[in-house]
């Protein structure tokens, strides 16, 4: 019974909070333009960048940016999207938590009809349509880390893979990367495991690598935390000398510890770049221009003579 | 007239998680310009807690008989996996016949992993945080090798109505989520369960003093096991259901679940120690946690301020609590 009565007294105020409401509903309609944004995380260097590239464009354009970030959960970036929906937003920008999973969301918002575009991770799912995806050409960038990788053991030696392999971006590179070592008889990839992408994982991983492989030669990680993380485990096992690290993504920190010798190179993005083309590809969707499937962002490399060649010698 | 005044002042105790709850919802909404009550918006938010809310049901159960489960989460992974697997399987032939396997597979899986985690507990004497803690680690890990790590597509179209679909649509339009009233149902059999049968009330009495039942005759053992397979069937339904909200059986769903699960149900006023606790509480406490993760998007708090305010919040209510029924009982 007091149940009932705790129920009651509930939806009774929740029916006047309701009546008293009706009026403020039209206020939220601004003039500005929002977009709602969910990103992978916020805790990569990368994202960070990258969302800098969103809200300088934002800015630049006159947009209302709303940044939320899903942390890896798929299902928290589906809430994220249904809250987009009811706050009417007028574009939708994702990075997809999972490349199937993120569907769902798509359509939801495709049936309120907000134009949804996706940064650096694409969307897989048979539903759902997305207007363009923006993101570095993660094949060639694999190729490129496969090069820099080349350059620092020389033609033959036995490498590792820090991976993230449920994420398309990663497997892209990670395909490139594999490609051009088929070319390479006597370089000899002795184990792909994941550490997320986090700098934590990576370490434990890359501890347990140099434990069982006395004799490795260098490392791929798919981006800079993973290659921050190995580092701090080669160099706590006294392997630096042994050991090349590649990493992926050319962040502040790495760009230091390539400086300094410790990384040997760095494929680079443009996350920022990946940003600001993300805000120029929703608003010309919002203003009726067309726009192609996909937009790649170039990359590049980075290693310790180009850095000093840019900056001049340390 | 001091009697009169003492009892009101109890029945205003008594009705404490409604009234944060109701506070929460005017401070939000004065807060979001009225954005909040939106019909849309408050749907939206049913919608998002009726997941976990529907777990926290279970986990109350479990935490009244002074335990704790911390697969659940892993669970929902792990049985919205099987559940896609077999609805991949069987879809070409029937899409109803399909649903109706994988739900089946989901809760007896679930039920089953409980039905394990349940009879460590019961008869090993081993505390339920590490059998659980284990669980969790083999579940997730049984999810990842179910489907190798890559997320089960190809699922039959009308398994989108169980996450995403409205019941009754053509009556009452877009106003009742399919997974809220699965909620709903859970809570009032769990509500019932606990409180008008023999098993609800050997439940209570397991977590209030174990010694104490076990000499009046309860069957200790068999309350324990049970709340554990009744809270893994829980998950295997949501695990069901989550594969309708993402069209897909994904292994990495459900991440950290088991933690908001359980602040649902300590926010909501059951002890952690065993022995008291309400269902109508946990339901209260799932919509308080929910209210605050939405108005905090809809206030476009900065997502890294959202966790601070989020943890202050469950701590602020926790003392309140605390501190109104230290009250209450000054007042008996």
């Known amino acids: ?314 | 007239m001091k009697k009169q005044t003492a009892f009101l002042v109890r029945r205003l105790l008594a009705a404490r998680m409604p009234v944060i709850l109701v506070a929460l919802i005017i401070s939000v909404t004065l807060m979001t310009d009225g954005q909040f009550v939106q019909f849309a918006n408050i749907v939206n938010v049913l919608r998002q807690v009726s997941f976990e809310a529907t777990i926290a049901f279970g986990m109350t159960a479990i935490i009244i008989t002074g335990g704790i489960d911390l697969s659940v989460g892993s669970l929902v992974a792990l049985t919205g996996v099987a559940a896609a697997l077999v609805m991949r399987a069987t879809g070409d032939f029937s899409p109803g016949l399909a649903i109706a396997l994988g739900g089946l597979t989901a809760v007896v899986l679930g039920g089953g992993v409980g039905a394990m985690s349940g009879v460590v507990v019961a008869w090993c004497a081993i505390p339920p945080f590490i059998v659980t803690l284990a669980a969790m680690l083999i579940a997730r890990g049984a999810a990842l090798l179910l489907c190798n790590g890559q997320p089960v597509d190809g699922l039959p179209e009308q398994v989108l109505f169980l996450g995403r679909g409205f019941v009754f649509e053509d009556v009452i339009g877009k106003s009742l989520p399919f997974p809220v009233l699965i909620m709903l149902i859970v809570y009032a059999l769990f509500a019932f369960t606990l409180n008008r049968t023999v098993f609800g009330r050997d439940v209570v009495a397991v977590g209030s003093n174990e010694e104490a039942a076990r000499l009046s005759g309860i069957s200790v053992r068999r309350a324990k096991l049970l709340v554990y397979v009744l809270t893994g069937a829980v998950c295997g339904l949501v695990g069901l259901l989550h594969d309708g909200k993402l069209n897909v059986g994904d292994p990495k769903v459900a991440e950290m679940w088991e933690l908001n699960v359980i602040a649902a149900v300590v926010v909501g006023g059951t002890s952690l120690f065993g022995g008291r606790g309400t269902m109508t509480g946990t339901l209260i406490g799932a919509l308080i946690i929910g209210v605050l993760n939405n108005a905090l998007n809809l206030m476009h708090v900065e997502h890294f301020w959202q966790k601070v305010v989020l943890g202050a919040v469950i701590l602020t209510a926790a003392l309140a609590d605390a501190g109104l029924r230290t009250l209450e009982r000054k007042t008996e």
Do not use: W
């Open chain 1, 1 to 314: 019974m007091r149940n009932v009565l705790r129920l009651s007294l509930v939806a009774a105020f929740a029916l006047l909070l309701q009546s008293c409401s009706v009026g403020t509903d039209e206020s939220t309609a601004g003039e500005t333009r929002t977009i709602g944004v969910s990103l992978l995380t916020m805790q990569h260097q990368f994202y960070q960048d990258l969302r800098a590239g969103l809200e300088s464009k934002a800015a630049e354009l006159g947009y209302e940016l709303v940044v939320t970030s899903a942390e890896f959960d798929p299902a928290r970036q589906a809430d994220q999207v249904d809250n987009f929906i009811v706050q009417s937003v007028d574009a939708i920008v994702l990075s997809p938590c999972d490349s199937r999973s993120v569907g769902t969301a798509i359509l939801a918002a495709n049936e309120s009809n907000i134009p949804v575009i996706t940064a650096d991770i694409a969307s897989l799912s048979t539903i759902g349509k997305v207007q363009t995806h923006i993101a570095s050409d993660n094949v060639a960038g694999g190729r490129l880390a496969a090069e820099l990788i080349i350059e620092a053991i020389g033609p033959r030696g036995k490498i590792v893979i820090l991976s993230h392999p449920e994420v398309t971006s990663v497997s892209d590179r990670v395909k490139g990367f594999r490609e051009r070592l088929s070319r390479e008889p006597d370089i000899t990839i002795l184990a792909e495991l994941s550490a997320e992408g986090m700098r934590d994982k990576a370490a434990k991983v890359m501890e347990d690598l140099l434990q069982a492989h006395p004799d490795l030669n260098g490392v791929f990680a798919i981006n800079d935390d993973s290659a921050l993380g190995a580092l701090a485990a080669i160099e706590a096992a006294g392997r630096l000398d042994n050991v090349s690290i590649v990493g992926y993504d050319g962040t502040m920190e790495a760009r230091e510890k390539i400086r300094s010798g410790a990384i040997y190179g760095d494929v680079i993005q443009h996350p920022k770049q990946i940003g600001a083309l993300t805000i120029d590809a929703v608003h010309k969707v919002l203003t009726g221009v067309n726009v192609p499937e996909v937009m790649p962002v170039e990359v590049g490399t980075i290693t310790a003579d180009s850095l000093n060649a840019i900056i001049g010698a340390p």
